[in-house]
């Protein structure tokens, strides 16, 4: 078996560039909003879902990440309190994430069983390596936002805004 040679690499790299350039329009075309939503695709807000899934599964909480709707909270979060180019670093990662697990495990995250994919996202855990982790770090942060940002949730954990308690008075 030949060894990868500095050849190999750079046309590889080449051929690499030339289909993504070809292919970029197509994948612009590809993550437009989903329907009712103003940056996540459909395929994001799914990748969404399937996180959301494992990392708030229910119990001990009234509601999982679904019913919850964690990823349409995400879509929220990303268009009105993040710059647009981390929001497009957030939906880069939620890609990498969805693709990543291809050559891994045959299929696409979101179509891994809930068992596989809280695998995969403990791997993305892993501080050994930093920058999968920070990425796993992003997916935990803006999900969590989303998820606590539901008032059954803030309900539920006793959470109250303002100063004085009701029920005691002033």
Do not use: K
């Not at 080449?14 to 289909?19: E, F, K, N």
Request: proline share 5%; hydrophobic share 50%; with cysteine.
């Amino acid at each position: 078996m030949a060894g990868i040679t500095r050849r190999t690499l750079l046309t590889g790299g080449a051929v690499g560039a030339g289909l993504a350039a070809i292919g970029g329009g197509a994948a612009a075309v590809a993550l437009r909003p989903a329907p009712g939503a103003r940056v996540l695709s459909t395929g994001e807000l799914a990748v969404g879902e399937a996180i959301a899934l494992v990392v708030f599964p229910g119990a001990p909480f009234p509601l999982n990440g679904i019913e919850a709707g964690v990823a349409a909270e995400v879509d929220r979060i990303l268009a009105d309190m993040l710059h647009p180019i981390h929001a497009r670093g957030f939906r880069a990662l939620l890609e990498g994430l969805e693709w990543g697990t291809l050559a891994s495990r045959g299929t696409a995250f979101s179509r891994l069983s809930a068992a596989e994919r809280a695998e995969v996202l403990a791997v993305w855990s892993d501080p050994s390596v930093f920058h999968r982790r920070l990425a796993g770090d992003a997916f935990r942060l803006v999900l969590g936002m989303a998820y606590f940002q539901h008032p059954e949730i803030l309900a539920h954990i006793g959470w109250s805004t303002g100063c004085a308690d009701g029920e005691r008075g002033a």
